[in-house]
């Protein structure tokens, strides 16, 4: 899988930005506020249908202007697939795959997958435990549109089930008008506990070869997915029985797949309560070469890597292991301030199979 090239109009700070990339290594170099970042957050957007800066579209419409407009060729085995996406001022907004317009972003995910680095994500070290279910989630459905599919579901009768418990809360309804959700809810329920544990499985194998090929007798680190009501369909059905007075004090559902949780352990202890800042650091880097390998693994393809200023804030030993591990034939993107920081690894720019680019810094900033 690769990202041939990719055009941004009014995307943040870029009026107009074409940009071809190489197969190989791609440094995007320049000071801060240059728009590095943002060009690694518009090829997420065409791969994921979302930024992972911003729950709102609009805000990476560049100031002062009415849409913006962002363009990918993404390639793999030889076929071209051009995602265009763009958003209006007003609201509007349209997506295409190879010109055909598509409803939401669920056909995009998966089909042109990308594992990003960046410290945005360090919020699945560090972060509460919804951050990491999200991550999950979002992993799983990259690898599988039946797990979008089914969380989709899940997430909407569970809604309905929220909904009808607040209106007995309220006294608009007679309990027994929760009930009805409680059993469709029992099946989906089911259905993504199943996939959860497979697929974590698979992560979870993963997570223990890149930890061990990393030879470091210093670090350990073990992931964890605690299902708290992984039960048969008939004892949920008895949870929700039980907790039905709860549920409807707190108007929502207590148990559920909603509460399931992802852990990660540095040298046996919980990483988010007791670990440093360089080992959150390294557990991410480790984290999402897992997730690298689960998606090569499952989607059958390589995804493309995109770095966000990763080397600055690593020590020379753990950069040299991050660039170590840029395998041969797998795209990457990585964003600097400094080329030195690339090329002190080693790295030939101007080898024929990477490419840099300098982005100047507008004036005004
Ligand atoms: N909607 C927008 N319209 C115009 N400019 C924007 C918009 N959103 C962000 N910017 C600006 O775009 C610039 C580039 O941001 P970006 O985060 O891509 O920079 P960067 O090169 O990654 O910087 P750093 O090295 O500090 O991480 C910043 O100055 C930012 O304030
Ligand atoms: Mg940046």
Known sequence: MSIRGIELISFRNHDNLPIEFSHGLNVIWGENGSGKTSILEAIYTLSMGRSFRTSNRRHMIQKEKDFFRIVGNFEFHGSTTNVAMSQLQDGRKKTTINDEAIKGFKPLI?????????????????????????????LFSVASYDYLLALTDFNRVLKQRNMALSAVKEGHRPPSSIHPWNEPLAEKAQKIWEMRENFWKRYNNHLKKVVEKLNDSGVELNGRYISRTLVTKEEFLDSLEKSERRDILLQRTTSGPQKDEYDFLFNKEDLRQFGSQGEHKLALILIKLAEFKFIQELNDTTPIILLDDVLAKLDFQRSEYVMSL?????????TTTNLVNVESHGIDVKNTNNMSLYLERACSN
């Open 110 to 138: 998966g089909k042109n997958p990308v594992v990003l680095l960046s410290p945005e994500e360090q919020c699945i070290t560090k972060g509460v435990p919804a951050e990491r279910r999200r991550f999950f989630d979002k």
């Open 326 to 334: 840029l395998e041969k034939n797998v795209q990457t993107i990585i």
